[in-house]
Structures are given as C-alpha cells and as structure tokens.
C-alpha cells in the first residue's frame, strides 16, 4: 500500500497540522491533504507553480518537542502534486525511521525545503503558539503597550518582530483590536506596512477593515505614499471580513495613479484573485497591468501565476477575447502568447 506523507507525519503520539504558505497563512486539513497526495484533487493554493507547506508537529505529553518544517513542492500543469517529489520526500522518512543513526532531518536536509521571509515566519510561530497553548514571545507585551499608548510614536523601532506577529494573531484578546483599529492612523509608516501585510494571514473584522480602508483612500487622495504602502494595505484588507466592501476600495485603487505600480498590482494578483473573478474588474485590471511599469516581463510573471489558478484561468482566456480590449493590451497579449508557444514556462 503506498505511504502518504499524513500517514508517516501523524501516529499515536504526534499531531500533525499542515498549512499553506504561498500567498498567505491558510489551514489544509488532514483530508484535504490526503488528496492532494493521492493526486484526486489539485493544489487548491498554487502559488508560482508549486505548493507551499507549513508543517508542525507536536506531541500533546510533550509540546515543548514540537517540529516545524517548511516544504516547496513542484506542481504539474494542472496544478496536482508531482509524484516524484512527493516520493522523495516519503522515500527520505522511510530511510530516516530506517537508520535513525544518519542524523539527517529528512524534511530539513532536501531539495524541496525552503525558508519563509521573517514577517511570514513570524506570523507562523505566532499560529503554532496559540495552536500549542503556549505563551506569546517575550516581545508581545511591549507591542501591546504600544499600540495601548503607552509608549512614544517614536518607540515603533523598539518594538521585535515577532511581538508584531504575536499581537496581529492574538488581535481577539483583551483590547487589542480597538487599540490597533483606533491607532492606526497615528503609526509611523514602516510599522504600518508591517501590520498589514500581517493582516493578510488573518480575518480583520469589521472595525479594523473600516481603519484599514480609510488608511487606504486617505493614502490615494493625498498621493503620498510609497507603492509599497498602497500594496500592504491590499494585502492587510485582502481576507477582510466585507469582501464587497474591500473590492470597493480596490476599485479605487485601480482608478488612482497608483494603478500602474508594479508592487500594487502585484499584490492584487497575489492575494485578491477573487476580486478579479469578475469579469470587468478582470479587464480593468488587465489593462492596467499592460500599461503598468513592470512591462512585458511584468504581464508575463503575473499572468503565468494568475492562470494557475484553476478558478481564473477561463476568466483570463475570456478577457483575452473581449473584442473592447486597447491595442496595448492586444500587443501583450500576443508577446504572451507567442512566448508560451516558444516553450518559456506561463501556463
């Protein structure tokens, strides 16, 4: 009987939770990824064409042992799982539970291992925390006070990473969400752009996605900020509770100046591709996107992962259609295709 990755990560003395990690923080259950192994469905997360995975592992008797691994794993041009990776890696925990003497980590010491930026590694321990029961770092207590003014503007580069991340996934206890909704307005920019893009990994509710959007419009009126602060701001309200609401506020941001900036666009292919599930929005987005600053290199890139996507890529191809589309839209999209032809790898 062949060997799923569940059935070896998980027995009678360990627990297994399994996250995706490409665009955001997301739970896979158990089931899910069980057939996302034996090839029955597809990656629903595919992210740059792979799958992204966040492993932890724990023993209830023992949860000071818990295991944290992090896997990038090839997907096919349907997006299922590539077998031989998957072998690999099935293969590596055999021999490890073979020769426990190797001292090779099997999930560590291979070729689909890989590391998350600071922000997102943060944001993961601070899951896996509440997820074991454990205390917050040692750093959380003073963000708190932060963001309870408690401490001068000023006092945001004191403040360590992961008390940022401790305090985004815990924004459900005592007032930390009314603190942050109320002070957003008054954060230095850095740390604004650090607590939205850690936002994404959560549901803001709505209180904070009023804060969030009215940080965003402010923003595109006084023409001010940097690309990246447009960008953390979409990420911050992309899995906002009010979805027709946040669209609202993109729509604005693709009727800005800002529309153009290959960090914004970016971030909206990235993280709300259910935005541009509708088909004007789609177009709109488009269009910008082919007049945008990233070039055709730019269109490529985000096209190639958009079209990923199992929901958007008959989207995509009926835009390609539209017979109102600009003649510079026209002209990507035959660079596109034409490089598609010639073997690159857009999909």
């Known amino acids: 009987m062949e060997k799923l ?54 023993n209830p008797a023992a949860k000071d042992q818990n295991l944290i ?15 031989a990776a998957r072998d690999d890696i099935v293969n590596r925990l055999l021999h ?4 426990p003497e190797s001292n090779q ?11 998350p930026d600071p922000e997102k590694m943060a944001c993961f321990h601070a899951k896996a925390s509440r997820i074991l029961q454990t205390p917050a770092s040692r750093y959380y207590e003073e963000v708190q006070q932060y963001m309870a003014g408690q401490h001068s503007r000023d006092h945001w580069s004191h403040l360590g990473l ?13 007032q930390n969400n009314p603190y942050l909704s109320k002070r957003l307005d008054e954060l230095p920019d850095p740390l604004l752009m650090t607590l939205a893009r850690m936002l994404e990994h959560t549901q803001p509710d709505h209180r904070l996605q009023a804060s969030l959007s009215q940080q965003l419009q402010k923003r595109l009126t006084q023409h ?35 529309a153009d900036e290959a960090e914004v666009l970016v971030a909206l292919a990235t993280r709300c ?18 007049n945008g600053k990233a070039g055709q290199q730019g269109f490529n890139r985000v096209l190639s992962d958009i079209m990923f996507i199992p929901a958007m890529r008959l989207q995509v191809l009926a835009a390609f259609r539209n017979p109102n589309r600009s003649s510079t839209l026209s002209q990507a999209i035959g660079q596109l295709l034409g490089t598609t032809r010639s073997g690159e790898q857009t999909h």
């Open 273 to 290: 591709h259910n935005y541009l599930i509708n088909p004007d929005r789609l177009q709109h987005f488009l269009e910008c996107l082919a």
């Open 162 to 174: 992961q008390g940022i991340a401790d305090f985004v996934m815990r924004l459900e206890q005592g």
């Open 5 to 58: 990755l569940v059935d070896l990560l998980q027995h009678e003395d360990n627990r297994l939770r399994i996250f995706d990690m490409g665009r955001r923080i997301e739970k896979l259950s158990l089931e899910q990824f069980t057939q996302i192994e034996k090839a029955t469905q597809p990656y629903p997360f595919p992210f740059l064409h792979h799958a992204w995975i966040g492993l932890l592992i724990w």
């Open 105 to 115: 980590d099997a999930l560590k010491d291979n070729p689909f291992s890989f590391t």
């Open 96 to 99: 490890q539970v073979i020769d």
């Open 69 to 83: 691994w992090f896997l990038k794993l090839p997907l096919d041009e349907q997006g299922y799982l590539v077998q």
């Open 224 to 258: 001010q900020a940097t690309p990246e602060l447009i960008a953390a701001l979409i990420r911050g309200l992309s899995s906002a509770i009010d979805q027709n609401g946040r669209d609202r506020v993109i729509d604005q941001v693709l009727q800005s100046h800002y």
